[in-house]
C-alpha cells in the first residue's frame, strides 16, 4: 500500500508509526496496520492526519 511504502521511504518503521498514533491517544495495534495496509479496515480522519504528520508527507502521496 502507499501507507506502507511511504513508511519504508521515510525510513520509519511500522512498530514506530504505531507508537507515534499510540501517544497521540489512538487505540493501533499491529494488526490494526495491517488492515488498513490491506483496505480492511478504514481509518478516522484524525487518525490519517496524525499519520500524514508522522511520516511528513501529504494526504494525496497517502491516499495513492
Known amino acids: ?10 525510513g520509519i518503521k511500522q512498530i514506530e508509526v504505531i507508537r ?7 487505540n493501533v495495534t499491529k494488526e490494526t496496520m495491517v488492515k488498513w495496509e490491506h483496505g480492511k479496515k478504514h481509518f ?3 487518525q490519517l492526519k496524525a499519520i500524514k504528520e508522522i511520516l511528513h508527507t501529504t494526504y494525496d502521496e497517502l491516499m495513492q
Not at 507515534?20 to 489512538?26: A, I, S, T
Open 1 to 10: 500500500s502507499e501507507m506502507c511504502k511511504e513508511t519504508v521511504s521515510q
Open 20 to 26: 507515534q498514533l499510540q501517544l497521540r491517544g489512538f
Open 44 to 46: 478516522s480522519a484524525s
